[in-house]
């Protein structure tokens, strides 16, 4: 089969396996079914004479034809997509970033990042989506993102260990906080002992990962009296008196009454750093300016923890 004669439909399939980290959930997201979604990655890999996906347990990832593929697919498609907007007269999109972050830069960060831009820069246009690690640094890698924000814990690996290495930029590193219902015999000081977080009730993510909720290294076996994967269901959960939750120190002045947001002291410091990725390329115009934006975001996010 002539590599040339691959169809559209291939193509956006290869670019949303190579993003989505598995056929299930790329069939997911394009509303295929699974088998569909295997007919088209085997079609394009005939076609390209090797295989572009390497299949392992946890899902698959690109070989290095598979990314010579996607980088050449991803101006395919963007250029369709350009002329399509062209045909039905929207405005051209050139100065469109495509912006990916982790829950908690969703709640205070990107929105004072955008609202700024709309101040300096009104014609760029920003467009996003929230996601965990693993699915923005493929979204990167696939290159449906320009940029993506990220959280960091100890000891702050490289968030993949694909080649090239993605460009890497620590924007902020703060340590990690404790929300606390605002009538909680905590709440009472300006800090909190590490040693007082015995015997407490805790309110955990959906998942287990980054800032799941329960302070690191207890040493005991953690109460979880809720579980939520939203941090406005979780901040909303401790206002009610329902436990307690870890969360960055940005999301103080996000956290709603009833609640404080307090350091803890005592034992190890837990840190969390909050980092820009993109392609180890020459960012665009756009990309640097909406770069610079999260950066300038996230030094005035650098306040007093406590919430007022």
Partial sequence: ??????????????????????FTAAA?????TQSAVSRQIAA????AGAELLERRRDGVRLTAAGRVVMRRATVVLDEIE???RELSGLPDQAATVRLG???????????????????????????????????LVRALRAGSLDLALLGSAPPFRAPDAESPPLALRTLSERPLCLAVPAAHP?????????ADLRGQRWIAGATSGENMGVWPGLDERPEIAHTARDWLAKLQLVAAGCGLTTVPAVLASAAPPGVRVLPVRGGPQEQRRLVLARLPLPPSEPVTRVAAALRAAALDADAPAEAP
Avoid: C, K, N
């Avoid at 609202?115 to 014609?123: S, Y």
């Fill in 1 to 22: 089969m002539d590599f040339t004669e691959v169809s559209l439909t291939a193509l956006r399939v290869f670019r949303a396996v190579a993003e989505q980290g598995t």
């Fill in 28 to 32: 997911g997201s394009l509303g295929y």
């Fill in 44 to 47: 394009i890999e005939r076609a």
């Fill in 82 to 84: 350009a002329t399509a």
């Fill in 101 to 135: 972050w982790f829950p908690s830069a969703g709640a205070v960060l990107v929105p004072r990042a955008l609202a700024a831009l709309r101040r300096t820069h009104p014609g760029l246009e920003v467009v996003g989506r929230e996601g965990g690690t693993p699915a």
């Fill in 186 to 194: 905590l709440a009472r000081g300006d800090f909190i002992d590490v």
